[in-house]
């Protein structure tokens, strides 16, 4: 998930003790005195604020479509309404770069996107699929386009809110609060439009689920603009290309990069399959719902903070190592499904395994990335981190359904589980090469740093 130059030689960098740790690490005090942060409680909101509008157009938009009887086809070309996601490092520069109110540059910007998604959402709820498609389709791209926006003023008001020491468990914080938020848009959502419960029309939906971005608006009010270390970018040439020029010029930027995008990948790849799997093993609708929505959503909840105590005391590429294996060993055990059958302590038990490794793999990648920005350009820095990420999920994604049904369900799992060997090998070499102790400096892998394994 870095700032001015601190430390630029060998000799400057902070002593690690023989197993590449600093010294003086965070102690048990130091955690809860951070778990009791008003700031930490922010970003809980701000996270549900940003979950909520991706699970609306990854899961409800499509239901819906489906209900309304439009074609799968279809359906498939209108999943690229999200591709905003993976774009959204392209308008970073401008977050960066502007301070449209009073308010400050990160909450000015929030609060901007957060009104667009409200009014966008609201807009869905007057449309019908079957009688003006290309009006959903741009309500969509609508709520896409101003949720990657809100991200990319969130993960930048994140960064620069929590000490360094403290951006895991701020990670932990926020994946929390955007699960919480996937959790209301698909589980409360579709729960509410169902015929046996109240029965709400989609439309109707649509119009709760804007009302709900007023928890992030209210937060944004609330909340206190982060302090500002560095003047704003002045030029263009200050906003655009520097932040992409600084990063490119680390030491191990390319690798950092390559692993970025690799790390989740074979879990990503492989997790995109995983409903239309449990339709054709047999699960029904109800025991899909009770161990996705339910189990995996506990099981995620343990994992974060799991995962946020664990980079707090190991320093987060030794975590990041653990966790890629605990990834790998969870994707291939979708496989043990087809052995067992539609038994549903089975599927609760993968999907319990795998939420806890993903949402401590998760946790581990959003406190990197974080030390990565640099906070002189923390949004266009991090966004384009994002994007290489998300691309496992939007990009790549759309591939599996071919790869599944050509090897078959069992290789295919053990096939993503094996997509997660490259990111490890480039893990091994960046815990050997790449300094994090810089990171709060924004040297972090410089040219003449030290090449401890790891700081906390």
Known sequence: MSDSTRVETETETAPKSSEGKAPDGPT??????????????AILFLGFSSGLPYMLMASSLKIWLRREGIELSTIGYISWVMVPYSLNFLWAPLLDRFTPSALGRRRSWILIAQVGLLLSLAGLGFTEPTASLPLVVAFAIAVSFFSATQDIGIDAFRRESLRDEEQGIGASFIVYGYRVGMLVSTGLGLWLVDPDTLGLSFNQMWW????FVLVGIVTVLLVKEPEAEFMPPQSFKDAVVEPFFEFLQRRGSILVLFFVLLFKIGDAFAGSMTSPYYVDIGFSDAEIAEAAKVVGFFSTMAGLFLGGVLIYRLGILRALFLFAFLQAFS???FALLTV?????????????????SSGMGTAALVAFMSLLANKRYTATQYALLSSLASLGRTFFAGFAGKTAAALGYVNFFLFGSAMAIPGIILLVLLMRSFDLSASADGSAGRSGAAAAPESS
Do not use: H, K
């Open 208 to 211: 709760l689920m804007a009302a």
């Open 340 to 356: 067992t059958g539609p038994q549903w302590w089975a599927l609760a038990t993968v999907v319990g395994v795998e939420d806890v």
């Open 331 to 333: 994707t291939a055990l």
């Open 28 to 41: 048990f005090v130091d955690l809860l005195r951070s778990l009791g942060s008003g700031r930490l409680l």
